[in-house]
């Protein structure tokens, strides 16, 4: 491709809405455009990206046994009703209605019509086991869409569903799903972890993210420092291995606690570690009951293992007005004695004893707390946020380590949740009928692309790796003026193409210090730079985007050479 004839609009400055680096710099490099809020379009440069990505997600999908389809982006509103799903997906469903005033919405994930082919098509465990996956345009009306292509509204995702008789053979497909992701992933020349995921809205028996770790990233991970566990924070569990029954030896006391909100400033006040308080969170249930949550002061509430917990949709912290008619108090006093709700408590509060908590007055605490004597808990249970130094659920001697990630695939078992809802069976060997056992896998394709820039570039631009960047080598014509330039740089060019290298040529009449700029910002992985000095000795320069390394090429063999390093960076992942 030459430069001159392509449509790569590069910008000097960063968009103001771009907060993150991949945003800024795929605006930049000219891979996008803004058409509204969370909806791009995509520009010839982004594109070959977007296609790199998705053709690796093919190739490996192909070859796990999957196979290609592809569903429509209008969804009947029938096939939702029927999983229920049409009255429980919040706003997030872009809902709309035909000329004949049926309702629609625009697709954000596909179980409804994927498990609706299935049941019309496949009768019997013959045709079994089954995975079908689409490349294909989401929807989600999401409430805060940002950072380009990360989070948008338009997304292309790639979504497979796996179909099977029994729970061994769903397991089977997962795996198999999981050992593709793998690969894909490290194709793609990323650093990632597959971490245990909570199941969350789309709901199912166990779940597992794959996180390109990156500083930028919107989920929070732990790791164990010494096993194989690694977990979203929404889910990593927590266990209190050697917890000792605590005795109670302090009264209970109150004290007054003047001006002093948080549990930061009444353990300043009371001369005390904040982990020495317990602290009262009420919370509002999605089904409306308030109760109260305890956890030791330094814990922050992971509210979607208190949601899981209660086995409601989700849970809030309540508002002033709710805490008042709960405690009776303003917002800062709560405390579990005298309360009228329920109350639940983290479990590492089972290990505590003569602690402070609210008095449930304004500028009152008590000190010399304790469950079972001063109040009632109903429940104990893992409720709280992991952080690093926790102690490893799984094994005896490690520690979890934290890390910032950017989830860009997740697989779930699904069970039978959508083929129960939606009646999909097949027959078995004994022509009984028998629900299917589902999985669902998904691949964020744009999101990927960002998240490798993420983890690739510098000041000066990005550096994708070379499975994922838009041409594989840059030709630069130092002064397309000078004919020995222009003629050898045309050969080179011709050279590359010839040995099926994507080679984009700058041929502009541009200074120097301009081209050499925009390509550190485009990062293509090699460039060649054919300049009048270096071609009075033959030579071209060649330097390698990511390391700076440069060295000189006899212009015979540049084509050659740089052929072959485009393969082995290929081969090497
Ligand atoms: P998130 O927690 O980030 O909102 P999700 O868990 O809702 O994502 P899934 O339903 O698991 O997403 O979708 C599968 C994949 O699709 C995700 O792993 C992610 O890579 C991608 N994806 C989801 N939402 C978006 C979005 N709004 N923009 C771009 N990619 C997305
Ligand atoms: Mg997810």
Redo the contacts with the bound molecule.
């Keep these: 491709m030459r430069y001159t004839q392509y449509l790569l609009p590069t910008l000097k400055e960063n968009p103001a809405d771009a907060e993150v680096v991949s945003h800024q710099l795929m605006m930049r490099a000219g891979m996008i455009r803004k058409v509204a809020a969370?909806i791009y379009s995509y520009m010839p440069f982004g594109l070959r990206s977007i296609r790199k990505m998705e053709e690796i997600i093919r190739e490996e999908l192909d070859r796990a046994g999957a196979i290609e389809c592809l569903m429509p982006m209008a969804n009947p509103a029938e096939l939702w009703q029927e999983s229920g799903r049409w009255e429980k997906y919040g706003k997030e469903l872009l809902r709309f209605k035909d000329r004949k005033a049926t309702d629609f919405c625009m697709g954000p994930?596909h179980e409804e019509v994927i498990t609706d082919i299935v049941r019309n098509t496949v009768k019997s465990y013959r045709q079994l086991p089954l995975n079908l996956y689409q490349i294909q345009t989401k929807f989600?009306d999401?409430i805060r869409?940002r950072f380009g292509?990360?989070?948008?509204?338009e997304?292309i995702?790639k979504?497979a569903y796996s179909f099977d008789l029994d729970n061994e053979g769903a397991d089977k497909a997962y795996d198999k799903m999981y050992q593709a992701y793998r690969r894909i992933f490290q194709r793609c020349g990323l650093k990632f972890r597959a971490v245990e995921a909570d199941s969350?809205a789309?709901g199912g028996a166990f779940s597992h993210?794959f996180m390109v770790l990156a500083e930028s990233g919107?989920d929070a991970i732990v790791s164990c420092d010494a096993c194989e566990y690694a977990a979203n924070v929404e889910k990593a569990e927590l266990i209190y291995r050697d917890q000792q029954a605590p005795t109670a030896s302090a009264e209970l006391q109150k004290v007054e606690t003047p001006e002093q909100k948080s549990i930061e400033a009444v353990a300043a006040f009371l001369k005390l570690e904040p982990s020495q308080l317990v602290k009262t969170l009420i919370v509002q249930t999605s089904e409306e009951e308030l109760l109260a949550v305890l956890l030791r002061g330094d814990r922050d509430l992971n509210e979607i293992k208190l949601a899981n917990l209660l086995d409601v949709d989700g849970v809030l912290l309540a508002d002033d007005e709710l805490v008042k008619k709960a405690t009776g108090a303003p917002t800062g006093f709560a405390g579990p004695i005298g309360l009228a709700i329920r109350v639940i408590a983290d479990s590492e509060v089972k290990g505590m004893a003569d602690f402070v908590v609210g008095g449930n007055a304004v500028d009152l605490h008590y000190t010399g707390a304790n469950y079972g004597r001063d109040f009632a808990v109903s429940q104990f249970a893992d409720l709280r946020q992991a952080v690093a130094g926790d102690p490893c659920p799984r094994c005896d001697c490690g520690q979890l380590e934290s890390w910032r990630g950017i989830?860009?695939?997740?697989v779930f078992k699904l069970g039978t949740k959508y083929s129960e809802a939606m009646n999909a069976t097949v027959l078995d060997d004994s022509g009984k009928a028998r629900t299917l056992v589902m999985g669902c896998y998904?691949?964020?394709v744009?999101?990927?692309v960002a998240a490798a820039i993420e983890q690739n570039h510098d000041e000066h631009g990005m550096m994708l790796p070379m499975p994922l960047a838009p041409f594989q080598v840059l030709v630069s014509m130092v002064n397309p003026k000078d004919d020995a330039v222009r003629e050898a740089s045309e050969k080179l060019y011709q050279q590359l193409l010839d040995l099926d290298v994507e080679v984009l040529l700058d041929d502009r009449d541009e200074r120097p210090g301009i081209k050499f700029k925009d390509a550190d910002l485009i990062g293509i992985p090699l460039r060649l730079t054919v300049g009048s000095r270096n071609l009075k000795e033959s030579r071209v320069e060649l330097k390698h985007r990511a390391s700076g390394e440069m060295n000189l090429l006899p212009i015979d063999e540049a084509a050659g050479t740089v052929g072959q390093l485009v393969a082995e960076a290929l081969d090497a992942h």
């Design positions: 969370g994930t989600r999401e869409p292509l990360m989070r948008g509204r997304f995702m979504d969350g789309i993210e919107e989830e860009v695939g997740h998904g691949i964020g744009g999101r990927t």
